[in-house]
């Protein structure tokens, strides 16, 4: 990490940096990552709003709260785009050379989420995937596409365009040239 890399982001928080000196993807807030790495300065201080933040999507605030609203459980497809987006975000910050305790925890993983996930029929059509295909832990990429082509049958099953897998790390670790 030079001098010169911000210690704060644009919203207040502290720029979080992995251990090799570059801003922390899945650590900060798009907003701070942006400014971290240099895509946007201080002075184009538009927020980026997700769909949840949207002034046109209130929702109504628990009694007491300020900051808590009045959202449901999620359901199945809001559960599934949350799994596969944690999923893949993990998957973008195993070891690019695991160790046998990282190989390990990360098959361990992988089979106990796929007994504690709350939608019973998602849970054991993944442990069936599983027990089909093992997961491939052998290297960052290798578990990056075995993750993309995992999610890929999924989206198959619901009939949904399914993903270019030489296209995971983009998507999931570095990011969209732009």
């Known amino acids: ?11 207040g928080r502290k720029i979080v940096y992995d251990e090799d000196g570059k801003p922390c993807r899945s650590c900060n807030t798009l907003l701070d990552f942006k400014f971290a790495t240099g895509k946007i300065t201080s002075k184009m201080n538009s ?16 009694p007491g709260h300020k900051t808590h609203a009045k959202v449901d459980p999620p359901d199945v497809e809001k559960l599934g785009r949350s799994s ?3 999923l893949h ?6 070891p690019v050379k695991p160790t ?3 190989k390990s925890e990360m098959k361990q993983f992988l089979t106990l989420f796929s007994h504690v996930y709350p939608c019973s029929w998602c849970a054991r059509d993944f ?15 290798e578990l990056g596409r075995w993750m993309c082509e995992a999610h890929n049958e999924v989206n198959a099953k619901l ?10 790390d983009k998507r999931w670790k570095d990011g969209w040239d732009e």
């Open 159 to 168: 009939m949904k365009e399914q993903f270019d897998c030489n296209l995971w």
């Open 100 to 102: 046998e305790q990282n």
């Open 47 to 62: 927020p980026i709003q997700t769909p949840t933040e949207s002034k046109d999507n209130a929702m109504p605030m628990i």
């Open 1 to 11: 990490m030079s001098n010169m890399a911000p210690t704060e982001g644009l919203d």
């Open 89 to 94: 975000s993990i998957t973008a910050r195993y």
């Open 84 to 86: 596969w987006d944690l």
């Open 127 to 141: 442990e069936k995937f599983i027990a089909k295909h093992a997961p491939k832990v052998n290297s960052r990429d």
